[in-house]
Each structure stands twice: as C-alpha cells, then as structure tokens.
C-alpha cells in the first residue's frame, strides 16, 4: 500500500460504517496498511477482532488497544457522519473522537516504527461499544494461552477533558449495578392504616442512601458513592397505595469497596423490611501506579509533545482497559479530547490526532 498522511488514514478509517459489531471491512483494509506485522483473528459470533504484532528484538511487549464500532449515528446531523466533512481543520463524522482518532494515532505510530526493543502489537475489537463479551477479553484469552500477553498497554480512549494532553487515565472504578424491590401492601389512600405503603417503606432510607460513602476515596479515587438512577411504583391513581416498589441503582467502586460491602450495607439498612436485592459487578476497578515504566514514559511524552504535565486520572466511565488490567497487563489510557463523543455532528480537530501519533512515536522511541 502507498504512505499515505496521518490526516488521510484517518478519513479512511472514518468511512467504514462500522457499527457495533459490524467492522465494515475496515480490519481488511487494517491489515493491508499494516504490512509488515503478522496478524491473528479471533473472531468469535458475529464480533470480529484482529491482533497485529512485530517482534523487533528480545525485550518487552508493548501493545496498543481500541475499538473499530461506533455507536449509531441519529439524527440531527449537518453533514453525512460516515462521509467525514473537514471545516478548519476540524473533522466531523461518527467515531472521530471516540475513536478512530485513537486508531488513527496508533496505527500510524506503528507502521512508521524502525525499531523498537521488544515486540510492537495493536489489539482491535468491533464490539467495545456493545455488550463487549466476545471482544478484547476473547484476544485476551487467546493471548494467555499463546504466553504472549502484553507487559505493557495503552489504550487510546479520547481522556483529554479541556484540552489536549490535560488529563490520561491510569485506572478505572469498577461499575457496581443493583436492583432492589420492596414488597408492601397495596392499598386504599383513605384508609392507610390498612395497607404498608411501598414508598414509605424506602423513603426513611433515601436520604442516607444518597449521601453514603462506602469508602474515603485515596490518592487515585473518589469516594464510592451510590447513585440512585430510576424508582418506579404505584398505578397512577390517586386513591391506591402502592404495595411494591422497585429502585435501580449504580455505585462506582474503587480498589477500596467490593460487592460484598454495598450488599451488607443495604441488607443491614433494610432490616425487618420485605424486600429483594439483586447486585452484579460488571466491572473491576484497578489502577496502574504512577512510578509504573508505562505511566512515566506516556507523562514525559505528552510532557515532550504539549508542552505540559498532564494529569493522572480514574474518572469517568469504563472502558476495554478493565480486560487488560484483570490480565495483569499494566495499562493507561490517552487520547483526543471528549467532549462529543456518542453526540450528533461528533468532531475532532486533525491536529489533535496528529499530536496524538507523535505522543505515541515518543512512547515507542523511550521504550
């Protein structure tokens, strides 16, 4: 394949339609530009995934990470999101921040690697935007059995908050979602005497409930807090008591709380009243600490390439880092700025992804 621009892979790699967990081709093309690494597909259902790698010489293995999918367009667009548009060097199209940038970066950084001490390899899913069952952690497994999983990862999620090179994560909480139902008995409002008002039953409860912290927080995260995100009850009468109501709820853990806690809180809390709790930990927290060799190096090179420190972070939602870290892989993630990503007319400025691929040219120089 002819060299092509930083700016033109990542047009290319814009205009494939690749919703989660369709790639549209773009492993295809991928892996054409990439000639030179070999390459291993672990496709599994209807995710597909690709791992790229390049043994240069004996030494550590470095791999870069990320998602092909996007989520769905909407509506309300200006422009055609799977035809990028350039306006002053800002590209508008679906999956520009979130991340094709981060592709883009890596991709190019890679193929233009001369020499590296070490093994060079790229890790690529069309469903981290989905369910995500059948995507990074299948890689993961494969790699695992191979003995040839990752020292080191970077993930090139867009974690820029207000401008470029401000912020990269080294960690992420853990994502804690809970159901509780609570059975009283319905009802007539004029006689509440007669009856065991569901919402009456919680609502002495909702207050602590909010405020709450399962741990003090540290260093690296905040406080786990629980965040109430829907309570439905009652028929939308007037005149009926509701017998049954039913809470969902969130809690963003860090390294501090686990599962068995916020369930020992709430069954403590809720003694004596009938009620059922259902917990699921859909994801690990985990940090990568900071005098680890792949958080000094990416901080110098954002440092070499900004123009400024940046700032380590956990905040924010989770992401494929969760599977690399639970595999031991000491991982980070830096990437463009977020502040469109999943939102109609998505953008991001061509000069940022350029930034980006000379961050990570850096990371492979100092390794």
């Avoid at 004596?272 to 990568?288: H, N, Y």
């Amino acid at each position: 394949m002819n060299k092509i621009t930083c700016e033109e892979l990542f047009l290319k790699l814009l205009r494939f339609k690749s919703i989660t967990p369709d790639d549209d081709g773009a492993f295809e093309f991928i892996q054409e530009y990439m000639a030179g690494f070999s390459a291993i597909r672990v496709d599994v259902q209807n995710t597909k995934n690709i791992f790229l790698y390049k043994t240069f010489s004996q030494g550590e293995h470095l791999c870069f990470a990320g998602h092909i999918d996007v989520v769905p367009a909407g509506d309300g667009w200006d422009s055609n999101p799977f035809e990028p548009v350039v306006k002053d060097g800002i590209v508008f199209a679906r999956g520009a921040q979130d991340m094709k940038s981060g592709v883009c970066a890596f991709l190019n950084a890679c193929k233009e690697a001369k020499e590296f001490r070490g093994t060079l390899s790229i890790l690529l899913t069309s469903d981290e935007e989905g369910d995500a069952k059948h995507g990074t952690i299948e890689v993961l497994h494969y790699l695992k059995k191979k003995n040839f999983l990752p020292d080191f990862c970077i993930v090139a999620e867009p974690t820029s908050e207000k401008r470029f090179g401000d912020v990269f994560k080294i960690g992420r909480r853990g994502s804690i979602n809970g159901t509780l139902e609570i059975f009283g008995v319905q009802g007539h409002a004029a006689y509440p005497e007669k009856s065991h008002n569901s919402i009456n039953m919680i609502a002495p409860f909702l207050g602590e409930l909010t405020t709450h912290c399962f741990d003090k927080g540290d260093d690296n995260f905040a406080p786990s807090k629980l965040i109430v995100t829907d309570i439905r009850s009652g028929m939308e009468v007037t005149n009926v008591t509701p017998g049954y109501l039913k809470m969902m709820f969130n809690v963003r853990n860090s390294t501090k709380t686990a599962q068995a806690d916020v369930q020992k809180y709430l069954e403590g809390m809720l003694e004596g009243l009938e009620f059922k709790l259902i917990l699921s930990q859909t994801a690990q927290p985990f940090v990568t600490q900071k005098d680890s060799k792949v958080v000094k190096i990416l901080s110098s090179a954002i440092s070499q390439i900004v123009g400024e420190e940046p700032q380590p972070s956990t905040a924010g939602g989770t992401s494929d880092a969760r599977f690399l870290a639970e595999f031991g892989v000491r991982t980070v993630e830096f990437g463009v700025v977020n502040d469109t990503i999943h939102a109609r007319n998505e953008r991001c400025p061509i000069k940022e992804v350029e930034q980006l691929s000379d961050v990570f040219k850096a990371v492979i120089h100092s390794f």
